[in-house]
């Protein structure tokens, strides 16, 4: 079943409870939160108090995508904010298989996260511990960036390990996800659609993410 995970980062934050609910109108099932540091991408964007907002404003899962360094250390506050579903990259953890252990000890699901030249096997060991793997389509760190190609073998490979190893993780994919490029990643495998961008960046989130979902149905035959 896919769906619509629309990412706040392109939403307009004066406005963040009303941008949320328009795009929860259009379809999105659970909200996409990109935390920024500054270090572990070239961008800074938000952390635990507006998760904790969020949280008042709506009823959906919020699915929180660390891009930050050190992620054990911020474990504890994302859950005590709200945080449902939590994914850390796999190039920022030292340690991949205690931060897993650590997000599901708090109580949320655990996700991992491969930037676009992490390969997909490397990851191959800890696959029976996530809820969710992530794979990057852009290089983490903007929103608006064009869909990298060969993210599509990469969700072709994981679907495949998936069955292959009789495993139920959910594939999400994240960057350059619009009308031009729904289609192919909805074929490929992928279940979860994070978009920025193609749902609030023309200022109409309800109409533009119900689209892009009636889209990706139509492409996966739902
Ligand atoms: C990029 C973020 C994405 C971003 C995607 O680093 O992880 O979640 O919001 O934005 P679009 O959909 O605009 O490519
Ligand atoms: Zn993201």
Not at 8 to 29: K, P, Y
Not at 63 to 84: Q, R, S, T, V, W
Request: charged share 20%; hydrophobic share 50%; aromatic share 4%.
């Amino acid at each position: 079943m896919v769906e619509l995970l629309p990412s706040i980062l392109s939403a307009d934050f004066a406005h963040l409870a009303d941008q949320v609910a328009a795009a929860e109108r259009g379809g999105g099932t659970a909200i996409h939160v990109d935390v920024m540091d500054g270090h572990f991408v070239p961008n800074i964007t938000l952390g635990p108090p507006l998760v904790k907002s969020l949280r008042k404003a709506t009823s959906l899962p919020l699915d929180c995508h660390l891009m930050i360094e050190n992620p054990n250390d911020y474990i504890a506050a994302f859950a005590d904010a709200g945080a449902n579903w939590v994914s850390v990259h796999y190039e920022a953890c030292t340690h991949l298989h205690r931060s897993l252990e650590l997000i599901a000890h708090h109580g949320m699901k655990p996700g991992v996260v491969l930037n676009p030249a992490s390969r997909v096997d490397l990851i191959l060991d800890i696959l029976p511990m996530v809820h969710h793997v992530l794979i990057m389509s852009v290089n983490p760190g903007f929103g608006g960036q064009e869909f990298i190609p060969f993210s599509l073998q990469k969700i072709r490979r994981l679907a495949e390990l998936r069955q292959e190893l009789g495993l139920a993780f959910r594939i999400e994919v994240d960057g350059g996800v619009a009308h031009d490029t729904v289609a192919q990643v909805v074929q490929a495998g992928a279940e979860l659609l994070v978009a920025g961008n193609a749902v609030f960046g023309a200022g109409h989130p309800e109409q533009d993410a119900r689209a892009l979902l009636a889209s990706a149905r139509e492409a996966a035959g739902e």
